[in-house]
């Protein structure tokens, strides 16, 4: 371990080093070398489970079934066959990517629209029991979906909706609710007042002081938002097999993957293809809209 | 149904969506008088109408049920409650949930924040923050898979090779390999593996940005006084970032009370690894059984409420952002 008194060879290196922020803080390397090999070892067990699905998925499947995905090294064969037999094969997953998508799109859509309104409202209007309500929308965060799937379901079927994809739209519409209007809130509170008293000096009424100053204000707020939603959706299995039971038609990629995980458990030429199909998305926006993501899913880790 | 018509209804339900919303706030601009509570209304009207009909009315109607039998015809009382705690199936799942909400907060924290303190302000920090945080994006069901394979079992004969790494590694030592996920109790453990390795990114994120916080005449202080390595962590960065380690740890017991996906996807809750989350599915849309499923909602309702109201006040606290 180095000592941290700023010797004379320390003090030198310091003062090569551009200062990172304004505190001053310079990169180092990692303190000890047991501290690099343990970090070293959770990054290693963090990333081989993956590795190991990945390549399984391209290799042939002859040697998927006799081999373990390790051999690869010694006898490199690469294939996109799998990805093809699963996508167009018999478990046709193609269609299933189709249907997730239908169901994401209005399923972030709608919620971060209402959710908008109505946070613009609790934030800006003035109505009577204002506070009261709010804090009951917030206060509903904490009811487990498990809670209201049931008789959901059951008011989908007699409203004769069963089998098309808007008891999904609704049901993650509604459950996205509490939490998208409780953090969009927050982000309308802090636009100053100043600049909504100038609107109204000038003539404008609610609807363009929404559209035209807050909506521009909040963009970063609802993008980290509708990021999180989108990925929730598209990740979320719960909702899916139990507003589309029975409805092949219309389920989403992670129903479909758990079915076959459960009726096809050994089939790792498709199930490792099958994986990573599914895979691809919330990777793909991982890597482009980092900042956005993470903030998103922080924000919204309590949600469920 | 084809793709076509598929993104036809999808682009159907947008622009109706998008039909109404416009209306509505057309409708409100051009009111003359400004009747505050006209306008008001229609903002939130939209957003409160859903949540009543679709959440608050549902989780009441499940309570409701929560005290009848499976068809909603007879009134049992809290029977079905009685049952949760004394079948000895029930007692499984009850057992299971315990040991996920205990063993998987505290491993996914500790891992997060160890690894957070290690990659603070290294060369690779940015990299090896992602490969932590990734897992976070895959869905469980991907997770649940990926880990399948870890775990996959072969019989141990001459001609077969293993393809599960942690089987071959077994046979590697020279040990026999093992039925991981159908060998209970310890398959709940090897369930558990896959939600921490989930987990542990949310947990590395929020208190790396929390260490990041400590102000830094703190640790130059410590630096001066000769606090180095493991007493730093102990003394100054543990207690410093105590708010941010209670938030995580209560906001991943929430999620792990809820887990449904992984015992869904890996195992479907044989071999004695139920959880109340899965058990809620099986009872209620396998088995049919509303009264016993809605039963085990309402417990799962139960058992949140603590942890969240714990984890709001902390959230104050800590002011996270």
């Given at each position: 371990m180095t000592a941290a008194i700023p010797t004379p060879a320390l003090q030198e290196e310091l003062a090569t080093v551009e200062p990172a922020t304004i505190t001053g803080r310079t990169r180092k390397r990692l303190t000890s070398r047991w501290a690099s090999l343990f970090a070293l070892v959770i990054a290693v067990l963090w990333t081989i489970p993956t590795f190991g699905l990945l390549l399984t998925s391209l290799r042939p499947e002859m040697d998927i079934r006799t081999s373990g995905w390790w051999t690869w090294f010694s006898d490199p064969q690469l294939t996109l066959a799998n990805y093809d037999e699963v996508l167009?094969?018999?478990?046709?997953l193609s269609t299933y990517f189709v249907n997730s998508i239908v169901i994401t799109i209005p399923s972030v859509v709608i919620p971060v629209s209402i959710a908008c309104l109505a946070s613009y409202a609790f934030a800006w209007m003035k109505f009577p029991m204002r506070d009261t309500l709010f804090v009951a929308v917030f206060a509903l965060q904490i009811v487990p979906l498990q809670v209201a799937l049931i008789p959901l379901l059951r008011l989908f079927v007699d409203a004769d909706l069963n089998g098309t994809f808007w008891p999904l739209w609704i049901s993650h519409t509604i459950f996205a609710l509490p939490l998208a209007i409780f953090l969009l809130h927050n982000f309308f509170r802090e636009v100053p007042g100043e600049l909504m008293e100038a609107a109204r000096v000038d003539g404008a009424g609610h609807v363009t002081i929404f559209l035209r100053i807050m909506l521009p204000l909040v963009t970063p707020a609802i993008a980290a938002f509708a990021i999180f939603q989108f990925l929730w959706v598209w990740n979320d299995l719960l909702v899916a097999i139990t507003m589309?039971?029975?409805?092949?038609?219309?389920?989403p990629l992670t129903a479909r993957l758990a079915e076959l995980s459960g009726?096809?458990?050994?089939?790792w030429h498709l199930l490792s293809a099958g994986a990573f199909v599914s895979i691809v998305v919330p990777v793909i926006v991982f890597v482009f809209l980092q900042r956005y993501f993470v903030r998103g899913l922080l924000a919204g880790s309590v949600k469920g | 149904m084809d793709n076509f018509e598929k993104f036809g209804q999808m682009a159907l339900a947008v622009v109706l969506f998008v039909g109404v919303m416009g209306a509505i706030l057309l409708l409100v601009g051009r009111a003359r008088r400004r009747v505050d509570i006209w306008q008001s209304l229609a903002f939130v009207l939209p957003a409160l109408l859903l949540l009543g009909v679709g959440l608050i009315y549902p989780a009441i109607r499940t309570m409701y049920q929560s005290l009848f039998d499976r068809t909603t015809d007879e009134f049992l009382g809290l029977d079905n409650f009685t049952e949760i705690f004394t079948n000895s199936d029930m007692l499984i799942v009850l057992r299971n949930t315990a040991i996920w909400v205990i063993v998987t907060p505290i491993v996914a924290t500790f891992i997060g924040l160890v690894y957070a303190v290690l990659v603070?302000?290294?060369?690779?920090e940015a990299f090896a923050k992602a490969v932590i945080f990734?897992?976070?994006?895959?869905?469980l069901v991907g997770a649940s898979i990926i880990w399948r394979y870890v775990y996959e079992y072969r019989p141990d004969q001459q001609n077969i090779d293993q393809v599960g790494l942690l089987n071959q590694l077994l046979v590697w030592v020279g040990l026999e390999p093992r039925h991981f996920l159908v060998d209970s109790p310890w398959n709940t453990l090897f369930l558990i593996v896959v939600m921490i390795w989930v987990q542990a990114g949310f947990a590395m994120t929020v208190l790396s940005a929390a260490i990041k916080a400590i102000p830094s005449d703190i640790t130059e202080a410590a630096q001066l006084d000769g606090l180095t390595g493991v007493r730093m962590f102990r003394y100054i960065t543990v207690p410093s970032i105590r708010p941010a380690l209670i938030v995580v740890l209560t906001t991943i017991s929430i999620g792990t009370l809820k887990v449904f996906d992984i015992v869904r996807t890996m195992t479907g809750g044989q071999f004695d690894t139920s959880v109340v989350a899965n058990e809620f599915y099986t009872q209620g849309f396998?088995?049919?059984?509303t009264g016993l499923a809605s039963a085990l909602a309402v417990l799962l309702f139960i058992l949140v409420i603590p942890i969240v109201a714990y984890n709001v006040r902390q959230l104050r606290k800590a002011d996270l952002r």
């Open positions: 167009y094969g018999g478990t046709s589309a039971t029975g409805a092949q038609e219309i389920q009726s096809r458990g050994s089939t | 603070d302000r290294s060369r690779v990734l897992p976070m994006a895959i869905s396998q088995l049919g059984d």
